[in-house]
């Protein structure tokens, strides 16, 4: 089959997501915008020669809605002849793009593709799209749903998880983000976000917290205890999750993924293109998996992704130089290094959500191009990312350094 | 046209009143004739040019109407016939929707009442008394709605409690009236409302003394000749938001659906069908709604569940109420005053429920103090319930001017009746029988409240077996609903009439039961706490074990409920019946446990020292961490679905023993006494219930299987696996 290869990677920084964020001003059709003229522009290619163009978007509706992806392809500038999809994975859409952008050049589909994301949760707020799952009773009720941040605490709970844990991990969450900016990491995908009279509005990912310490996360207090009460999340989960008495409250907003407007792009081709354009592939594409998992504890899923994309591509998980898991939480992140046995110095290694949040659409595409930039940087071979995702899923995709 | 049920008069206006009037009832219900008459009524009212509009009423000074008559639903009227096909049934169900729908939209297509080229013909609701359940959704599909000013008019849907829905369109005019929220509040836990609340939320738009309901409905209907219901004009909106898309019902249903997963354990579905109604139903217009509606309904009332609870919760728990096995030509008995002898915890309680049913109490105790320290506990039930508002001062202390403590036996020369609650010991039952019997008339029934002597033994000490009986109740007595007859060897027809006619007085099931050890429910609850501790010192993790009981629908897990009825007492019993069956227990891991938490560790129960649990002050209870040292927990553990079955089994084997050897005479009797006496999963509709709903085959094979993996505890009886070979049911083939 035909290799796909990155050929670039593109995100903006980060930006709060609430009304005061710097990126708040920007459309999200603007944020797409600006990713897709980036990744033109820096290749110096011809964007004709781009073929199709998928982008996660996880609020699909309003001004993200009516297949976000085609309007920024207009807006760019792009030829009228580069189609655009958008496709929605909960938090793994924008991993999930990128696997469609390479399916297809794997597929002969296409020669040249783009995956990527966009989200800007200050303007379409999360959950904006309603959904019959936890809506619908028929479909709750059968499902036992519970809000992520429940399904998080019970993750801690049953894989033995303390409050100090979890907290742990987030101080050093921040400490590497703050770490990779100081020594600008993230230098090589960053594309500074614009306003409309073309002056930057942000340079840098916004809610970093470098002096984040177990103090000042241990004043925090548990953000789902009450929603675990009151209407009885708790007891909803614990049907399920029958051998425990009670949930271990732990998430708060220091050690859960902060909301955050963004967006990121990766140019996939294969071979042929890359020499006719003139172009250097960055990273290969070894494999690619999706699961389902057990919905309820939903955040489980990416040990089995990881499982299924590295027998996919007949690795073993020693093959793994780096490891990157999107932080939607901190025993999400604790609870995979668990089960598969990695050494947290070896995941993650830049920081992640926690610090720099979390623009849902977007996220996937983004630790993508953290990954391929870090194994440039650091002279690894391999790297896994792998994202959990709501209703129980995960995604997983394998790359490997080409130069 | 006539009818059998109604009443029409036209006047001279022009409008029609329907007065409902069900013959041979003491409240109207929708019965078959009344849905014939009702829907032959409305198809002439539509046709009749010279009727301008019309106002409903009840003939019944008891009401408006209570609903639907459960014993035509159980009975398997509507929806039930399993011959016949969906279409059949479906139709069936939908008769009263499609009637009700007609009347409000006037037989009119909605698209022209909507464009203002079409109207119904107003009809107005007059409600004189109580509308509940199709009582109440009768009066929805009415265009306006009066009722009279009275605070104690219930407005409400009870379907729910019987585990069917609100079907004649309630579920649907609820929430378009009065919101989602108040809609589902109403209709999933089935509390009515009274007028003053239903107008608040736009339910009913006037409220007005009794004797203008008629004219008051009358004047509106004369003042709107040409009337749409709100939600057959066009931009209708839902009162506080509704729909799929509106942000406060994705809120509202998330939510309620986490609230009913929490209160149900997903073992009610008529909950879930509720919201179900209420969320497709309120994103199509009516039309599709009501459809939607009948369809959850048939699907609840083809359900053997439901016709179970129906079975159980109202038919045969009323029948027991009004005392079927009352033999019948026994005059009743009036019970004007009735001595109480003991004022411990049990005789305080039957003291209070005495009282409360009305009649006079001589509570009598060896020692004043303790007669009135007993009376007290009436005045703090009292004083509780009249600080919320529950009861009045003046009834509350007309209901403690009953109660006379005292510790002379003359004062009882003239009860009617004796209740014994004095401590469980032969001798000095003896003594108070002797004493009591003294004093009494030739006549009165004397009552024993024992729950561990046999009847016929005590009853030895009496002049009069033929006049005494074992009333057995349960504690806390004021808040438990079960009572178990017992009559003796020699109890005659008298002594079961006067219990069952006292039992009515205080409001309570009775189940009457065969005189042996334990009687019925303390034959089988015993067992069923044993095995949830044999599992315990099998490893099994303890909150597996409470949250499996809770799964299959306990109130409360059977370690929590071994700490309430005390490590201390389990101990004792078991050490009971090793003595009288002359067994060693030693080597048994149940009694190990006991005398490790009684003897050992000196956690004797709640209220001594703790049990399976802690019980930190103030704070909320919590299993005792110290457990898992004493039961590791096993690395294998038992699956949710094969701890529940095990705890279901050793419930269902010893109820079927006990209807096997005769300690309950009927299947009926054995549902009522496990789902009131020890709370057993309501949604069953009781344990034989069950075994039915199971099939008996199934129950016996499985219970089989259990045996072979846990022991001979779990061997069906022999008459259950007779039953499973000729095909029998216990209910018989027609239920």
């Known amino acids: 089959m035909t290799e796909a290869y990155i050929y670039d990677a593109v995100r903006t920084p980060r930006g709060k997501g609430k009304a005061d964020g710097s990126l708040h001003e920007v459309t999200p059709v603007g944020l797409a915008t600006q990713v897709l003229e980036a990744i033109r522009d820096r290749s110096e290619i011809d964007a004709g020669e781009i073929e199709d163009v998928a982008f996660g978007c996880v609020s699909p509706v309003g001004e993200q809605g009516a297949v976000v992806t085609r309007t920024a392809i207009l807006n760019a500038g792009y030829p009228e002849t580069t189609s655009g999809i958008q496709v929605n994975r909960f938090c793994a859409s924008g991993l999930e793009a990128i696997n469609i952008a390479a399916a297809k050049v794997k597929a002969g589909e296409a020669d040249l593709t783009i995956g990527g994301g966009v989200e800007s949760m200050s303007r379409v707020p999360m959950g904006s799209d309603g959904g019959a799952w936890p809506t619908d009773p028929t479909t709750a009720f059968k499902t036992y749903f519970v809000p992520q941040g429940i399904s998080a605490d019970l993750i801690a709970t049953k894989y033995g998880l303390s409050r100090d844990d979890v907290d742990a991990y987030a101080v050093e969450s921040q400490k590497r983000a703050a770490q990779s900016w100081k020594e600008k990491r993230f230098e090589k995908s960053i594309m500074p976000v614009k306003d409309v009279i073309g002056d930057v509005l942000l340079d840098h990912d916004e809610t970093v917290r470098a002096n984040t310490d177990m103090q000042s996360l241990g004043a925090l207090n548990p953000s789902f205890a009450m929603l675990g009460e009151f209407p009885g999340f708790d007891a909803v989960a614990l049907q399920k999750y029958a051998e425990f008495e009670k949930i271990n409250h732990v998430h708060h907003a220091g050690n859960s993924s902060g909301i955050v407007d963004g967006a990121a792009a990766v140019l996939i081709g294969n071979e042929e293109i890359g020499k006719k354009l003139g172009i250097k592939p960055r990273a290969r594409i070894r494999s690619m998996a999706s699961i389902g998992s057990e919905p309820t504890i939903m955040l489980t899923g990416p040990e089995f992704a990881a499982a299924k994309a590295l027998k996919r591509a007949g690795m073993d998980k020693k093959d793994i130089d780096l490891w990157e898991l999107n932080e939607a939480f901190a025993s999400v992140v604790l609870r995979f290094m668990q089960a598969l046995d990695i050494d947290h110095s070896d995941i993650n290694v830049n920081g992640g959500a926690i610090a720099m949040g979390h623009p849902l659409g977007a996220t996937g595409a983004m630790i993508m191009g953290t990954m391929v930039d870090e194994l440039e940087r650091s002279g690894k071979e391999t790297a896994l990312i792998t994202l959990c995702i709501g209703a129980g899923m995960g995604t997983a995709t394998i790359i490997e350094r080409v130069n | 046209m006539t009818y059998k049920t109604l009443k029409v008069d036209v ?489 069952l006619d006292y039992v009515r007085m205080i409001k309570k099931t009775p189940i009457v039961v065969k005189d042996t050890r334990g009687f019925y429910t303390n034959r089988v609850v015993p067992p069923y706490l044993n095995e949830a501790m044999r599992m315990v010192a099998e490893g099994v993790k303890p909150a597996l074990i409470e949250n499996a009981a809770k799964s299959l629908g306990m109130p409360v897990g059977p370690l929590a409920l071994t700490d309430e009825t005390s490590q201390e007492l389990g101990l004792r019993i078991a050490r009971a019946t090793a003595k009288e069956t002359g067994q060693d227990a030693s080597g048994d891991p149940v009694y190990q446990l006991l005398v490790k938490f009684v003897e050992d560790l000196g956690r004797k129960g709640r209220k001594s020292g703790g049990g399976f649990y802690e019980y930190p002050e103030g704070g909320k209870k919590h299993l005792w961490q110290g457990l898992s040292e004493i039961c590791p927990p096993a690395a294998e553990q038992p699956s949710l679905e094969e701890a529940k079955e095990r705890l279901l089994y050793a419930q269902l084997i010893p109820a079927a023993q006990c209807y096997a050897e005769g300690i309950v005479h009927d299947p009926q009797s054995a549902d009522l006494g496990a789902i009131f006496g020890w709370g057993f999963a309501p949604w069953t509709g009781g344990p034989m219930s069950h075994i039915d709903t199971i099939g008996v085959d199934s129950f016996v094979r499985k219970a089989e299987s259990l045996a072979q993996k846990y022991g001979g505890r779990f061997n069906p009886p022999e008459k259950f696996r007779d039953m499973a070979k000729s095909g029998d049911k216990l209910y018989g083939k027609a239920a």
């Open chain 2, 11 to 499: 006047d001279s206006d022009g409008i029609a009143l329907v007065t409902i009037d069900v013959p041979g009832k003491s409240m109207n219900v929708w019965d078959a004739d009344l849905m014939q008459d009702f829907s032959n009524w409305v198809n002439a009212f539509l046709a009749d040019e010279n009727v301008k509009g019309a106002v409903i009423t009840s003939g019944k000074p008891s009401g408006f109407l209570a609903g639907a008559d459960l014993n035509m639903l159980g009975g398997g009227g509507v929806g039930a016939g399993a011959s016949s096909s969906k279409k059949e049934q479906f139709d069936s169900a939908f008769y009263l929707n499609s009637i009700f729908r007609k009347l409000e939209t006037g037989g009119k297509p909605v698209k022209a009442l909507q464009k203002g080229e079409a109207f119904a013909k107003p009809v107005a609701a007059a409600v004189n008394g109580l509308a509940l359940g199709g009582g109440l959704e009768i009066v929805l599909a009415c265009h306006h709605r009066v009722v009279a000013d009275n605070p104690k008019i219930q407005l409400g849907v009870p379907e729910v409690q019987v585990g069917l829905l609100p079907g004649a369109g309630g579920t649907q005019r609820l929430p378009r009236l009065a919101g989602l929220q108040n809609a589902a509040m109403m209709a999933t836990q089935g509390k009515p409302i009274d007028p003053a609340t239903a107008k608040a939320q736009g339910i009913v738009q006037e409220v007005v003394p009794a004797d203008q309901v008629v004219a008051k409905a009358k004047e509106w209907v004369k003042a709107n000749p040409k009337v749409a219901q709100p939600w057959d004009k066009k931009g209708f909106k839902f009162p506080g938001g509704g729909g799929a898309m509106d942000p406060r019902a994705v809120q509202f249903f998330i939510g309620a659906n986490a609230m009913a997963q929490k209160e149900t354990n997903h073992n009610y579905p008529a909950i879930q069908y509720i919201l179900s109604c209420l969320y497709e139903g309120s994103i199509v217009p009516m039309d599709t709604a009501i459809r939607i509606e009948s369809k959850y309904f048939l699907k609840l009332l083809s359900s053997a569940q439901t016709r179970n609870m129906i079975r159980t919760l109202f038919i045969n728990k009323q029948a027991a109420e009004k005392g079927e096995q009352r033999p019948k030509d026994v005059p009743p008995s009036e019970l004007k005053k009735v001595g109480v002898l003991g004022a411990g915890m049990m005789g305080a309680g039957i003291a209070y429920v005495t009282a409360k049913g009305g009649a006079e109490v001589v509570l009598l105790d060896r020692d004043l103090e303790y007669a009135q320290k007993g009376k007290g506990y009436s005045e703090k039930i009292v004083e509780k319930g009249v600080s919320r508002g529950k009861v009045s001062k003046e009834k509350g202390d007309e209901l403690l001017a009953r109660i006379t403590p005292t510790t002379d036996y003359n004062d009882l020369k003239d009860v009617d009746l004796i209740i014994e609650a004095v401590f469980e010991d032969p001798d000095v039952k003896k003594d108070v029988i002797q004493k009591t019997e003294a004093v009494i008339g030739k006549d009165v029934i004397f009552a024993s409240n024992t729950s561990t002597l046999p009847i016929t033994g005590l009853a030895k000490n009496s002049e009069r077996p033929d006049q005494f009986i074992g009333i057995h109740f349960f504690s806390p007595v004021d808040k438990m609903p079960l009572v178990e007859i017992i009559p003796g060897e020699k109890s005659g027809d008298k002594s079961l009439a006067t219990a």
